[in-house]
């Protein structure tokens, strides 16, 4: 398809893993990043995973990373009720430059 | 980190008023910034991207009139809103990269009202 797909929820309790997937679109897109907004902020970079790499950890957050079938998925451990938020997964495609394409976002709501 | 900082944070005026906003990159030298919109619970919308020294790109749709964008130096970018409507309010983020296989790094945004 031509959009980076992402669910648009997703509800947990606080000290559960959460696992927020997206698909992307470009088999050969190079670079893939997931990033956080908060209520009316701006995106922070949460982490960002090469397209030779499998998964990625990176304290309570892991990537991980199916080419084949192009899926792509953030799992947050033991989560906490700061990280209440929208994820957005991104892809760097080959052919628009340095330019990110956006999936839609994932609302994290993480109740106490 | 890499830092960016975007101002102002938020921008009330009447409408045909145009409004400047700046994007810097504090720590690094950004050879490419990006100016995005979104919407109210949607995905950002990339604008235009902008490399120091040359004409911004423009994404089909976005007027290039409309949204004047300026990258005159490799730590600053600006994006004017010229004669501002309703229709403009939106939430504008930038980002900035420094070497093309570096991440974007982004701006707090910066939310237009436009009454």
């Known amino acids: 398809g031509e959009d980076v797909e992402q669910s648009l929820f997703l509800s947990v309790r606080e000290g559960d893993s959460s696992v927020i997937n997206c698909t992307y679109t470009d088999s050969s897109s190079t670079y893939l990043y997931w990033y956080k907004q908060e209520p009316g902020a701006g995106l922070q970079l949460l982490t960002y995973i090469f397209s030779n790499m499998d998964m990625k950890q990176d304290q309570r957050l892991t990537v991980l990373l199916n080419k084949k079938d192009k899926h792509l998925s953030l799992r947050i451990a033991d989560t906490q009720t700061g990280d209440s938020a929208i994820y957005f997964c991104?892809?760097?495609?080959?052919?628009?430059?340095?330019?990110?394409?956006f999936g839609k976002g994932t609302t994290l709501s993480v109740s106490s | 980190g890499a830092v960016v900082s975007q101002h102002p944070s938020r921008v009330i005026c009447k409408s045909g008023t145009s409004v400047k906003i700046e994007c810097r990159s504090l720590?690094?030298?950004?050879?490419?910034m990006f100016w995005y919109r979104q919407f109210p619970k949607q995905s950002l919308m990339l604008m235009a991207t902008?490399?120091?020294?040359?004409?911004?790109?423009?994404e089909q749709g976005v007027e290039k009139d409309k949204f004047l964008i300026n990258h005159a130096s490799l730590t600053l970018s600006t994006l004017t809103v010229t004669s501002a409507h309703p229709e403009d309010s939106s939430f504008y983020i930038c980002s900035a990269s420094g070497r093309s296989n570096q991440p974007q790094h982004f701006g707090d945004g910066t939310r237009l009202s436009i009454l």
């Open positions: 902008s490399n120091e020294g040359s004409k911004a790109t423009y």
């Open positions: 991104a892809e760097r495609r080959n052919q628009a430059g340095t330019a990110l394409i």
């Open positions: 720590d690094f030298q950004a050879t490419t």
